[in-house]
């Protein structure tokens, strides 16, 4: 769809080690990479600048199994909010974009931070509900289990309101980019 473009945020191989599912979430952007493709619809990769000696320069690449592809575009960010500081939102108004479909790492960060800006910024948005992860975290930790915090987060999104915008949460097989959005 002419209005729609996919995002997908900060899946570079680096982040992905030790998170929740990572296999199967690539998997699934992969796919729906694939369709946006096929559809016409805009694949937008936002990657995270990581300063990190210890970090080898390929493992802070976007992983090889949802490589962008030659008409793809490619973003630089230093936060967690995809749009602050680059050029995402005139990049998505230069095409006519008015619903973003989000994937990526990590949830609650990254994911939720570009998702609630989307919003914001006047998008409608899709939350693709199998499509994000987030790192593991030992039994001990205070904070919530990854799996935890995806149910968390989906359910939230799937709740939350932003006067005149549309918020849809879809497992990733449930996003049509053929259709018009409900």
């Given at each position: 769809?002419?209005?729609?473009?996919?995002?997908?945020?900060?899946?570079?191989?680096?982040?992905?080690?030790?998170?929740?599912?990572?296999?199967?979430?690539?998997?699934?952007v992969?796919?729906?990479?694939?369709?946006?493709?096929a559809?016409?619809?805009?694949?937008?990769?936002?990657?995270?600048?990581?300063?990190?000696?210890?970090?080898?320069?390929?493992?802070?690449?976007?992983?090889?199994?949802?490589?962008?592809?030659?008409?793809?575009?490619?973003?630089?960010?230093d936060?967690?909010?995809?749009?602050?500081?680059?050029?995402?939102?005139?990049?998505?108004?230069e095409?006519?974009?008015?619903?973003?479909?989000?994937?990526?790492a990590?949830?609650?960060?990254?994911v939720?931070?570009?998702?609630?800006?989307?919003?914001?910024?006047?998008?409608?948005?899709?939350?693709?509900?199998d499509?994000?992860?987030?790192?593991?975290?030992p039994?001990?930790?205070?904070?919530?289990?990854a799996?935890?915090?995806?149910?968390?987060?989906?359910?939230?999104?799937?709740?939350?309101?932003?006067?005149?915008?549309?918020?849809?949460?879809?497992?990733?097989?449930?996003?049509?980019?053929?259709?018009?959005?409900?």
């Amino acid at each position: 769809m002419a209005d729609t473009a996919l995002l997908i945020v900060d899946l570079q191989s680096a982040l992905l080690i030790g998170a929740h599912d990572a296999e199967g979430c690539l998997a699934r952007v992969a796919e729906l990479a694939g369709r946006a493709r096929a559809a016409g619809v805009p694949v937008v990769y936002l990657r995270q600048r990581v300063d990190h000696p210890d970090i080898p320069a390929e493992l802070l690449e976007i992983h090889p199994a949802v490589a962008p592809r030659p008409g793809d575009t490619v973003l630089e960010k230093d936060s967690a909010d995809a749009f602050l500081g680059t050029p995402l939102d005139a990049v998505l108004r230069e095409r006519g974009v008015r619903r973003v479909v989000v994937t990526g790492a990590a949830t609650e960060y990254c994911v939720d931070s570009t998702s609630r800006s989307a919003l914001s910024h006047g998008y409608d948005l899709v939350l693709v509900a199998d499509g994000h992860t987030t790192p593991t975290r030992p039994a001990d930790s205070p904070l919530p289990a990854a799996a935890q915090v995806l149910v968390h987060h989906n359910a939230v999104f799937a709740t939350i309101v932003y006067p005149g915008r549309t918020i849809r949460v879809l497992p990733a097989a449930a996003v049509d980019f053929t259709a018009a959005p409900a």
